[in-house]
């Protein structure tokens, strides 16, 4: 897991020291999972880069009406996302189309949002800074804004060497910040590390998992990164993957969401319409509608979905609870100050 420790782990020699990056935090790669997509060469992360992150993130001044920040709709508390409203909660009471995803294991991540819009990292935030139902501003306001607002320029000048802000640097910081966000440590990854056993209904309820949804939600970040249709009825305007791409073969497709602190982070689906995780498994065990595009796990020679009794409900939903990492969503390095 990611090793921050505010006093950090600073380059040896005298010529580095000197330099503004030279207090580099050190990502380490927890051992079941795989390299990161993230390219952390071109955007060091180090201590100053991720303060100056993490007070962007959580800076509500940088929306047009100063009420919201990114932290807004990314709460700790419900695994960065955001429990109190299906849908993203902006600027002026706006309420946008799409329910807010989680943000940690973003560095194992090469596109973005539920339809996969955006290919990069440091780019995501744009979308949030710029829609008029997010944080309704633009690019120009906010970095007149932190040009002119103390400590920022000092902020800037102690992560990046200019005190002069540039929209490059700020995305940057941000994307230090939250590409440093690791889950890791759930009783899962204990489990896996063979440093906790689980009990017989998680047991059960992992090899059901194994059987039924591990095809989308592979181990170990519990999403395979692609886009599929799962049979939601869709009433409405959301095209889904389609939107991108414009294929008629990503109508109602939308990005496998992680599993990881799945028990934290309600509402579910792309528009929130499931706040109960027995809801999600009763979708799945009714409620598939079909289509051209479903994901053919739910389509079983004319049956649609996945047949679960109570009792492997049950059993599902104690496996998913132990995906929860509550080390994680209490790490104060990552709780607005």
């Not at 990611?2 to 020291?17: D, F, H, T």
């Not at 017989?200 to 170990?220: D, I, R, V």
């Not at 065990?285 to 289509?291: F, L, M, Q, W, Y």
């Amino acid at each position: 897991m990611l090793i921050i420790s505010m006093g950090l782990l600073y380059a040896c020699s005298k010529e580095e020291m000197t330099k503004p990056q030279a207090d580099r935090i050190q990502f380490v790669v927890p051992v079941n999972f795989p390299n990161p997509v993230y390219k952390f060469e071109g955007n060091e992360l180090t201590n100053n880069g991720f303060e100056l992150g993490k007070k962007l993130f959580y800076e509500a001044r940088l929306s047009s009406d100063k009420s919201i920040s990114c932290g807004s709709c990314h709460q700790q508390f419900a695994a960065f996302s955001q429990l109190d409203h299906p849908v993203s909660h902006g600027v002026n009471n706006c309420l946008g189309k799409r329910n807010a995803p989680v943000i940690f294991n973003l560095a194992w991540q090469s596109e973005f949002f539920w339809d996969g819009g955006a290919k990069n990292l440091e780019i995501v935030p744009i979308n949030a800074l710029t829609d008029v139902c997010e944080m309704g501003t633009d690019l120009n306001t906010v970095i007149n804004f932190l040009n002119n607002t103390k400590p920022y320029p000092q902020l800037f000048k102690n992560a990046f060497g200019t005190a002069t802000v540039n929209s490059q640097n700020l995305l940057k910081a941000l994307a230090q910040f939250t590409a440093a966000m690791v889950s890791a440590n759930s009783k899962y990854d204990k489990v896996i590390r063979k440093e906790a056993s689980f009990t017989s209904e998680e047991q059960n309820g992992y090899q059901l998992f194994k059987e039924k949804c591990a095809n989308c939600h592979t181990e170990p970040l519990f999403t395979n990164l692609t886009y599929q249709n799962n049979g939601l009825d869709l009433n409405s305007v959301d095209e889904g993957r389609k939107t991108i791409t414009s294929l008629a073969s990503d109508y109602g497709k939308f990005k496998v969401p992680t599993l990881r602190n799945i028990e934290l982070s309600s509402p579910y689906m792309h528009d929130g319409r499931f706040n109960t995780l027995e809801k999600v498994l009763e979708h799945y065990n009714s409620g598939v509608h079909n289509a051209i595009n479903l994901h053919p796990s739910l389509n079983n020679n004319g049956t649609l979905g996945i047949s679960l009794t109570i009792i492997q409900k049950q059993e599902l939903l104690a496996f998913l609870k132990t995906l929860t990492d509550n080390e994680f969503i209490k790490n104060k390095n990552f709780s607005e100050d």
